[in-house]
């Protein structure tokens, strides 16, 4: 047992395993267009990472991590649609100066809830602030009543539904079924070309790690340990002098804060962001990405995301009918046969041969060198 | 104001407690006071309600009415852990111990600091905690056992990590829910060993059916029969009270 308080040996060696794979493997190898998706795709790793310390560590299901994902990318897109409807580019419509999807629905002025989005500390604060206030508002009215389990996993849902109803509904102020799109510049730089994209996949892998570390930090903190505790007996813990709701609240409110921030890349990423990020399909798919990866693993979790993902582009473009049947059965799959994902095939199997091929090696005097860690599986 | 009489002060004063679960009233206005270092124990036959009273003092189960004093605090109004935080600790019939996490880590878990989520997450393992967890370790037999998975111990070992459990938390009031239950022989006289010597400085409030075991430890009994207290004093006292030979030793 070490006393680092952010990794043990092995999670190091597994998290620059993953630097290298990020930061050095993909962009050399892949073209800018395929950079890009993988920058789509790590946005939800954020969402996953959090739901490895909601779902895997606390064992609190929420099937409507959308909803953070959705207000995280839409504070984003706010501020990138305001800045990119100056009067100059605008001048063609009726009110100049105002989004579009505004102008479209008779809308004459700024309404006064977009205004603060022209600041982008405003913007970066409410990214974070928002669905973690929001957040622990869903958690204190249902954890500390005492709802959880399934109940609470059916509310996130309906919280899922509700937003995306009310995103839909809404047109006027929110770009409606189609979004906010024409996303151009952030403070005056261009998102757009190919260099632009570079930079901000750098940028979110480098948001990715931070994320990574904190919640290294409250797995090895007691916190995480409570959570185990508490996932296996609630009681227990509340008869040791902790109050469950709030530890409850506080895993909640991370998994939404991670969800937020890569809503948020999302937005800077792939340009846009629209209510079918928001609703309840894409919040069970992030649940599946982290079951896949390994729920209890925080390294799990991403390259799950990154593979579900990489599947999903490659087949939907050759089977489209056949995918969400695909994505289905994976999930079916994984919880029967492999309820701790690739991160526990990683671990039984995978793993023990690697110290195997280790031990042996070693006791052999001719030199040796690491290649056998470095094939991008899960390492931990 | 009672005038001439100095009311006597309890550690724990239960009055007029009453729960009904759908109209069946599982405790029915019981009454009981139990003094700073006094061992007692509550028996009584299957349903009875022994248990329900230990939900009733640590807050798992809500009264529908009456009041319980500890301290002058009155506790059906207080959370679960604003409970413990008073000094009242329970171990619980089945052994309630987390499987996932090791010897050490449910004790350091149980030890009374850091208990807020950013004390939780500033907790350091230092000296003092470490130390206590030995040292209770070794108490409750498990010293060689600190870095397994608490699943893998047999149930009288489980037994004596929540005892450990609570011992690391220091309570005034210790409530065991039968503490011996399920155990081997040679388990049980350790257990008793243990307990006699955990017992001291605190009152313990315990529930057990071996009567041996009872007649070791009580300084007073406390009879339960369908919600209600049957005979209540010394251990003699209630053997030879004849409703109590009816309802519960007779057999």
Redesign the interface.
Known sequence: ?T?NRFFNRSELIGILVLAVFLVVVLPLTLDVFRLNLVAKYLTYAFVALGLVICWGYGGILSLGQGVFFGLGGYCMAMFLKLEASSVENTKIQSTPGIPDFMDWNQITALPFFWKPFNSLTFTIAAIILVPGIFAWIIGTAMFKRRVGGTYFAIITQAVAAILTILIVGQQGYTGGINGMTDLRTLKGWDIRPDHAKIVLYFFEVGCLFVCIMIAQ??RH???G??L??M???E??????????A??KI?AFCIAAMFAAIGGAMFALNVGFMSPSFVGIVPSIEMVIYTAVGGRLSILGAIYGTLLVNFAKTSLSETFPELWLFGLGGLFIAVVLAFPNGLAGIWGDYVQPRIDRLIASRKSKPDGWTDSSVADGAPAE | MLVGHQPKEFLLAVEALTVSFDGFKAVNDLSFYVDENEIRVIIGPNGAGKTTVLDLI?G?TKATSGSIQFRGKELTRM???EI??TGV??K?QNP??????TVF??L???Y?R????FG????T?DAAVRDRVHEVAEMIFLKDRL?MNADLLSHGQKQWLEIG?LLI?DPDLLMLDEPVAGMSVSERAKTAELLNRIIKNRSVLVIEHDMKFVEDIAHKVTVLHQGQILSEGTMEKVKNDPKVVEVYLGH
């Open positions: 047992m006393d930090f409250v903190s007691k916190l340990r409570i185990v505790a996932r296996e007996k009681d227990r813990v509340r008869f040791s002098g902790y109050s469950v709030n530890f506080f | 640590c798992k959370r679960e852990n413990v935080k600790g329970r619980f309630s111990i987390y499987d996932d996490l880590e449910n350091e878990i149980s009374p850091g208990r807020s989520v939780a997450l500033t907790f393992r870095h459990m938390q």
